[in-house]
Nanobody, 121 residues
Framework: QVQLVESGGGLVQVGGSLRLSCTASGNIFSIADMTWFRQAPGKQREFVARITESGTTNYVDSVKGRFTISRDGAKKMMSLQMNSLKPEDTAVYYC???????????????WGQGTQVTVSS
């Protein structure tokens, strides 16, 4: 049973910072790419940032220069440092990861339950 759990969301003022974390647990052999998505009220879920197993990163244009994604392979953890937050960053942030189970038979994508980020003006 594989599980992704996010933490670190909350309420912050415009210009503030938050750090989100996502930890994977369960019968895991390997984790490939790890990705943050977000979904604002009334909008579709959108890609925010991705980091590959080798550490290559990419970001949606709206967060470039403000958000930094990182991962700790040994701890099966991914983080998203969010600086200079804007009201339009308000959303539920979801962790997603491509994971190979301990049986090594398949790769599957898993989602976390989401963590709320609210940026107030």
């Amino acid at each position: 049973q594989v599980q992704l759990v996010e933490s670190g969301g909350g309420l912050v003022q415009v210009g503030g910072s938050l750090r989100l974390s996502c930890t994977a647990s369960g019968n895991i052999f390997s984790i490939a790419d790890m990705t943050w998505f977000r979904q604002a009220p009334g909008k579709q879920r959108e890609f925010v940032a991705r980091i590959t197993e080798s550490g290559t990163t990419n970001y949606v244009d709206s967060v470039k220069g403000r958000f930094t994604i990182s991962r700790d392979g040994a701890k099966k953890m991914m983080s998203l440092q969010m600086n200079s937050l804007k009201p339009e960053d308000t959303a539920v942030y979801y962790c997603n990861a491509l994971i190979q189970g301990a049986s090594r038979s398949t790769w599957d994508r898993y989602w976390g339950q989401g963590t709320q980020v609210t940026v107030s003006s």
